[in-house]
């Protein structure tokens, strides 16, 4: 299966990951549907790409506008969601709202996207999308980031079974280099989380949303690969 001619739906295609996963499909040959809450970045993304594409802006966790995103965009083939919203920190110390922001973007997102996707989908096409390795690795200050990526490939695995033929895979990043995602920690922080990881993982460095992007291709087009989770963490289960 390839890509040529399919049409595929990229949410979070404004940055990092969902970025590279947009130009990765159209230079394989699909009309690309970039995705987020923010015209600017989305439409950033769309500069770097030559073939057929879309731009349109939608809050994924919000489910009216999920519904009429669906009914403009009518029928497709792949879906990939890299929303995300980060909440990290020691549990008692986090506000209810960075709690309910994660669980927008990795709970309730995927939830509306997979309702709201599934009467349009093509029925040999896919859902991916994005939980990240603290799902199976958690650290201090990582128990909301370990939920909603553990519950997200819960979820994930459900839907591949209730919605075969189509294809549901989960996505599993280590620690990427993917721009702004980090930002969040400052520079010093995030240049020592890179070292150290880079340090302790065997594949001796951080990844690439190019990594992501070839593993997120393989996921769409490998017909018989479903309800499963991909790590692609330069092997950072095994540290
Ligand atoms: N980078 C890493 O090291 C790493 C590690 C583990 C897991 N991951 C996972 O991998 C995925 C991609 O990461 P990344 O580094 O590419 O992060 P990123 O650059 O922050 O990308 C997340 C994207 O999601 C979009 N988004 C967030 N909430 C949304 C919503 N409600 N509706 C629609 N779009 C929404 C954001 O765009 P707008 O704000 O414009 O909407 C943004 O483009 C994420 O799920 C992340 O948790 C990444």
Redesign the pocket.
Known sequence: MQLEGKRVVV????????RSVAVAASEAGASVVL????RE?LEATAALMKGRREVRV????EETQVAAFFEEVGSFDHLVS????GASGPLTGMGADAIQRAF???LW?PVFLVKHAAPRIAQDGSFTF?????AGRPAVGTSITSLV?GGLEAFTKAMAVELAPVRLNAI?????D?????DRLGTEARERLFTDYAKKVPARRV?R?ED?ASATLFAMTNPFLTGTVISVDGGGLLM
């Open positions: 949410i979070g295609a404004g940055s990092g990951i969902g995705a987020g809450r923010k970045s939608l809050d994924a966790s890299t929303a995300s919203q927008a973007a990795k997102a994005f939980s990240g390795f603290r990526n599993s990043p280590g620690v990427v993917s721009g702004s995602f980090w990844g949303p992501l």
